[in-house]
């Protein structure tokens, strides 16, 4: 069975974008939706804090802990 979702709607995140995600801007986001998938490395629905852009992330591209 693989592994629950590591972050909960409303929670705030940091996106650290990898060299892949073109333009995309890091920094805090604040999480949408959980997204259903059966890979190890979970997807969420993300909006950002700044300009209120949404955008979907992989578990993997997410750090816990933002403030401000």
């Keep these: 069975?693989?592994?629950?979702?590591?972050?909960?709607?409303?929670?705030?995140?940091?996106?650290?974008?990898?060299?892949y995600d073109g333009s995309a801007p890091s920094g805090a986001y604040t999480v949408v939706r959980q997204l259903p998938n059966d890979a190890q490395d979970r997807?969420?629905?993300?909006?950002?804090?700044?300009?209120g852009h949404e955008r979907i992330i992989?578990?993997?591209?997410?750090?816990?802990?933002?403030l401000g």
């Excluded at 693989?2 to 974008?17: A, D, K, L, N, S």
């Design 43 to 51: 997807e969420y629905r993300v909006k950002n804090s700044r300009d």
């Design 58 to 66: 992989r578990e993997s591209q997410m750090r816990q802990g933002v």
């Design 1 to 19: 069975m693989p592994p629950h979702h590591r972050y909960t709607v409303g929670q705030r995140i940091e996106f650290m974008p990898g060299r």
